[in-house]
């Protein structure tokens, strides 16, 4: 069935590191990859999207990586800081309107 | 307005009430969501509106949940003979853009849930 699964529950990295976050999905079907971020208290904020035929996409100090021949989805924040402590969800699309989450990595920063 | 809005943002009920859960998406915004998050969890698809069509309403747990958008913008999310494994934060979600597989997804605040 559809699924999006991440291989870590929690990351800790030191400020000023850069962090990989990593997610496995497995529905070959998807073609639109997001990841979320959420803050304690607060709604999921969007960070970032990849279409499935590209395989890397750069924003501001994020850039997300996909490898559909393993099914794999990492986003790597260059220059972690304290406020990048949230957790993090990766979600998956596969055409329809439906995305589905992942179950977050926690992501520690410290200083 | 600014952001996705929810309402309340916390409701207590009894086991056995039925409870109304009120959100405004951000104006213009076409795609509707409602989602179910458990703590520690991913949100969990519920529902999605474009408009005011209900599209999917595949994420439902039982006939007990039920969604409405009448205008195309305000939705309810209305749970009947709530149970104590209804409790849980129920997040809105607007997207402006309608077509399939685009679009990011502005969330709500929430409402957190709790049934005695």
């Known amino acids: 069935g559809e699924s999006v699964g991440l291989h870590l529950p929690t990351l800790s990295v030191q400020e000023g590191d850069n962090s990989i976050i990593n997610c496995a999905y497995s529905?070959?079907?998807?073609?639109?990859f997001i990841w979320y971020k959420q803050e304690s208290g607060k709604g999921p904020q969007f960070i970032i999207d990849?279409?499935?035929?590209?395989d890397k996409r750069q924003g501001q100090r994020v850039t997300v990586l996909l490898n559909k021949t393993v099914k794999h989805l990492s986003l790597q924040i260059a220059a972690t800081q304290p406020g990048d402590s949230a957790v993090y969800f990766c979600?998956?699309?596969?055409?329809?309107?439906?995305?589905?989450f992942g179950a977050g990595t926690r992501l520690f920063v410290k200083a | 307005g600014a952001g996705v809005s929810q309402s309340p943002r916390y409701k207590v009920t009894k086991r056995g009430q039925d409870v109304a859960l009120r959100c405004d998406p951000i104006?213009?915004?076409?795609?509707l969501y409602w989602y179910r998050q458990a703590l520690g969890q991913g949100p969990e698809f519920l529902t999605y509106?474009?408009?005011?069509?209900?599209?999917?309403k595949s994420g439902l747990p039982n006939d007990r949940f039920s969604a409405e958008r009448p205008e195309g913008s305000i939705s309810t999310l209305t749970i009947q003979r709530t149970e104590q494994r209804d409790s849980a934060m129920y997040r809105c979600?607007?997207?402006?853009?309608?077509?399939?597989?685009?679009?990011?997804?502005?969330f709500g605040s929430g409402t957190q849930l709790s049934v005695l």
């Open positions: 979600a998956e699309n596969t055409g329809g309107f439906k995305t589905i």
């Open positions: 509106f474009n408009y005011e069509a209900q599209q999917d």
């Open positions: 529905n070959s079907a998807s073609d639109y």
């Open positions: 104006s213009g915004h076409v795609s």
């Open positions: 990849i279409r499935s035929n590209m």
């Open positions: 979600a607007s997207s402006l853009s309608m077509d399939q597989g685009t679009g990011k997804l502005f």
